[in-house]
T-cell receptor, first 116, second 111 residues
C-alpha cells in the first residue's frame, strides 16, 4: 500500500541553524500538508500546498518557515533559523484531490526535531 | 469547522468491541466526520469517515446519528495493538481543508 515517507526520522540541531525536513507524498496525490506536534500537545496544522502554491497557513507558519516542491516527488519544510520552541514532531500528509471521496489525508511517520 | 467533544479516556478488554463516542452538535450539512488514531508518537492513521450514512471498512464501523450531532466509532474486536489516541474530526469537504485535532480519546485495550 502506498505511504507517505519522511526523512530524517530524527534531527538534532543548534538554535539558529537552518533545517530542511523532507517528505515524499503518495505518488498520485496533489495536495500536501505539514503539521507539527509539540511533546504532549495536540497535532497542529502548519500549511497546505497545492499546484506549487500555499493554499492555507496557520499563525504558526511565520516567515521562518517555507515549503517547496523542488521536484516531482519531494515536498520540503524549511525552518530558516530554528528556535528552542520549534522542537516537535513534524508530520507531512498528502491527499489525492479536493472532493469528498478523495481528500482523505494520509500522514507520514514524522520527523522528530530537537533544537538545542 | 465544527467543534467535537470526546471522552478523555476509555478502557476495553481485548476481543470485545470498543465503542468510542463523539459529539459534534454544531456540524453543518457539508461537513464530514473523520476518525484518525495515533499510536504513541507515530503519524496519525486514517480510520474511516462519513457524511450521514453509516460506514464500514476493514478497520472499523462509523455510526452517525440521524441528526448528525454525534457519532460512534466501533472497533469490533479490539486488540492490544488498538491502544492509541482516537481523534474525531469534523471538516469541510471539497476544499482540502486542514484537519483540526483535539485531545481525542485515549483507548487502553487490556488483557
Amino acid at each position: 500500500e502506498p505511504e507517505v515517507t519522511q526523512t530524517p526520522s530524527h534531527q538534532v540541531t543548534q538554535m539558529g541553524q537552518e533545517v530542511i525536513l523532507r517528505c515524499v507524498p503518495i505518488s498520485n496525490h496533489l495536495y500536501f500538508y505539514w503539521y507539527r506536534q509539540i511533546l504532549g500537545q495536540k497535532v497542529e496544522f502548519l500549511v497546505s500546498f497545492y499546484n506549487n502554491e500555499i493554499s492555507e497557513k496557520s499563525e504558526i507558519f511565520d516567515d521562518q518557515f517555507s515549503v517547496e516542491r523542488p521536484d516531482g516527488s519531494n515536498f520540503t519544510l524549511k525552518i530558516r533559523s530554528t528556535k528552542l520552541e520549534d522542537s516537535a514532531m513534524y508530520f507531512c500528509a498528502s491527499s489525492e484531490l479536493a472532493g469528498a471521496l478523495k481528500e482523505t489525508q494520509y500522514f507520514g511517520p514524522g520527523t522528530r526535531l530537537l533544537v538545542l | 469547522d465544527a467543534k467535537t467533544t470526546q471522552p478523555p479516556s476509555m478502557d476495553c478488554a481485548e476481543g470485545r468491541a470498543a465503542n468510542l463516542p463523539c459529539n459534534h452538535s454544531t456540524i453543518s450539512g457539508n461537513e464530514y466526520v473523520y476518525w484518525y488514531r495515533q499510536i504513541h508518537s507515530q503519524g496519525p492513521q486514517y480510520i474511516i469517515h462519513g457524511l450521514k450514512n453509516n460506514e464500514t471498512n476493514e478497520m472499523a464501523s462509523l455510526i452517525i446519528t440521524e441528526d448528525r450531532k454525534s457519532s460512534t466509532l466501533i472497533l469490533p474486536h479490539a486488540t492490544l495493538r488498538d491502544t492509541a489516541v482516537y481523534y474525531c474530526i469534523v471538516t469541510l469537504t471539497g476544499t482540502a481543508s486542514k484537519l483540526t485535532f483535539g485531545t481525542g480519546t485515549r483507548l487502553q485495550v487490556t488483557l
